[in-house]
């Protein structure tokens, strides 16, 4: 290496040498400063939480807000409680389970077929409910508590004109510590919603029964036509399922169930 190239060399580690102490002399500055500004800077600041209101403690609001979302996520449940939707779908599964079919139609195409049914025999009942509850609600004529037992009302002589009087008579009897209902009192919904439900699914079991009856009868001809011929080693579902698609399409099964499920509730 050569003499310059060395002396070079020397000069700019002494020049790096110089310039730490005034790099890390500055770092110390700034540091320094920011612990007296920021503290300053942050105990001006504040942060607001009123969750309470001028006329509501924080505690009552929280409960509010807690309630509100549980009856939200709620909600859809209690629909389909006090509506014929357990009807329906207890009868077209019954109906896919006497055909003998696992999975056609799928469970949505049940389900959803349930809600359009129930949508056609409920709809006079939502439209009493929406004009006397929900509408004066929206305009501010009438509170909650007011739009409650309005909106309720239609639902109640629905299920009141379904209910089984011996369902509700077994829930009375099945709580010692509720008092028997006096002539003329209203059945509270606590003991009207499910003996309504426990009704409506008897109701369907029953509709269920009589829908299996045709199909049970193809099944036991078709097994003993297939032990007559000695053909023991055919399962009778094989032969008996086309039979009874042939049966429900020719009869045109679904039109005739769903109307006779709709005049159900329209007698």
Excluded at 151 to 167: K, L, Q, T
Aim: proline share 7%.
């Amino acid at each position: 290496m050569s003499p310059t190239c060395s002396e070079n060399a020397r000069s700019g580690a002494r020049s790096m040498g110089n310039l730490a102490p005034t790099w890390q002399a500055a770092l110390a500055c700034a540091v320094l400063l920011a612990a007296l500004v920021l503290p300053g800077q942050a105990a001006a600041q504040s942060v607001t939480l009123d969750m309470g209101g001028e006329d509501g403690s924080l505690a009552g609001r929280v409960v509010q807000l807690f309630l509100l979302v549980t009856l939200l996520s709620l909600a859809p449940g209690i629909a389909v409680m006090v509506t014929c939707f357990p009807f329906m779908v207890t009868v077209l599964s019954l109906l896919r389970q006497g055909i003998g079919l696992q999975q056609a139609p799928p469970n949505m195409l049940i389900v959803s077929l349930a809600l359009f049914l129930t949508w056609f025999v409920m709809e006079p009942v939502f439209s009493e409910a929406w004009t006397t509850a929900v509408r004066p609600l929206v305009d501010g004529d009438i509170d909650p508590d007011q739009a409650f037992a309005r909106g309720i009302a239609p639902f109640r002589a629905f299920m009141e004109g379904r209910v089984s009087i011996e369902a509700v008579e077994t829930l009375i009897d099945a709580a010692p510590a509720r008092a028997p209902l006096a002539p003329g009192e209203e059945t509270p919904l606590s003991v009207l919603i499910p003996a309504f439900m426990l009704s409506e699914l008897e109701r369907g079991f029953e509709i269920g029964f009589m829908i299996f009856l045709p199909f049970l009868v193809i099944d036991l001809v078709v097994a003993s036509v297939l032990m007559s011929m000695g053909m023991m080693m055919v399962p009778p579902v094989v032969v008996s399922l086309p039979l009874k698609l042939a049966f429900f399409v020719v009869a045109d099964g679904w039109t005739l169930l769903a109307g006779a499920l709709i005049r159900g509730y329209t007698a």
